[in-house]
């Protein structure tokens, strides 16, 4: 019942196709503008700022003057690959020994099947091969495994780990044995081992030297995590400086010049190492240096023990540092101040038909007609279709912004209608139909719920009706 009335509000909603012909055309409506540019950078060169103005800009505006949060760090750096160290013949051989399926071809079987569905017809084919009749002739005939029968009941070459366990159980060890009758979860199966390749070993010359990278890279990674527990052990033990832990990981700490964390330096610019620095937890009292970290890991080959070692919290930069900046600031305020009051006057003589004499008099001109369409990627787009339709021979008048913050008159000449393909005009009219149904629907909830008397449970939580 509830969907039928949402279906009847949702579903029954529609537009006229005058309606989405009028939708189309305004969507795809043409404009032809001219623009006047008053060039706020320009104006601001001209500008005169007094002390005071520049100091109660300063005050008004002191959150944007901050210097951010500093660090200096020291920090230690294991990397597993300075641990690497040359393989030995023995370590090399003793690898080869241990990972032999690692070099070469497992033994592969070839096996045959007969597939059935009782017991007893498993039984009389076998007595009938026992008997020497052709394996691939009854595989046509009698299995009902329609894959395998089609080739006479051969299943390819498998490998160990491709081979069923029941093939594996049969006991076949020679060409052309056969299996007893076994049984499966797909039936009853006969089996032969057609044929057999033996495992084959890569000699120890063709992969000596994989193996002997293997070796180094294991031997590698094992000093790289023994390190890290003794230098992990080292740091915590020794909380007060990165004395202890330097002595352990045989290197000097290597200190950082101040930093924030829009400038990271590169050679700590990981985000496990950043998230320890920032983080709040390796800084004391009042922001004094504090503890050692923990062994931060990099991409599993690098680790880095750090310390604060310095630190400067948020600040207020003063005005003498940034006091050009402000400068430049109050003059471009005043300056787009002076602009959109120029452009205002400039408005009001155009809208009284004498716009030329006051366009020359401020020393600046229309450009050429552009065409523009509500797609069209550019600041001004939006105030030019804010305009007014412009009667017959006389504009409409406006005022936008361009990218470069510059103030711009607009001149609205033309207004055309678009046109757009029958596809895009059906999709749009899916939209606009969706759209009212929502409204619709919206504007049932809100009847029904205005309408509805609603008690709450003793919990204050379960509506009932």
Known sequence: TTDQLVSAVVGSDFILPGESDQFAALFAQQRQVRTATIAVDALAQKQQVSEQEIKDYYQQHTN???SPEQFRISYIKLDAAALAENASEEEIQAYYDKHQD?????QRNRYSLIQTKTEDEAKAILAQLKQGADFATLAKEKSVDVITARNGGDMGWLEPGTTPDEFKNAGLKEKGQLSDVIKSSVGFLIVRLDDITPATVKPLS???NDISAKVKQEKA????????RKVSDAANNDNESLASAEKAAGVK???TGWFSRDAVPEEINFKPVTDAVFGGTLLGENGTPGSNSDIITVDGDRAFVLRITDHKPQAEKPLAEVKDQVTAL???QKALKAANEQAQNLLSALKAGKGDEALKAA??????AKTFERTTQDTLTQPVFALPLPAKDKPSYGIGNDLQGNVVLLALDD???GTMPEDQKKAMAQRLTQNNAEIAFDALLKGLRKDAKIKLDDAGTSPQQ
């Open 330 to 332: 109050v003059k471009h």
């Open 415 to 417: 207004v055309r209608s």
């Open 64 to 66: 944007n003057f901050l």
């Open 253 to 255: 700490a290597v200190e």
């Open 221 to 228: 990674l094992d000093a790289f995590f023994a390190l890290q």
């Open 102 to 106: 690692e070099f070469g071809q497992p």
């Open 363 to 368: 020393g600046i001109a229309f450009s050429p």
């Open 206 to 208: 063709e992969v000596h």
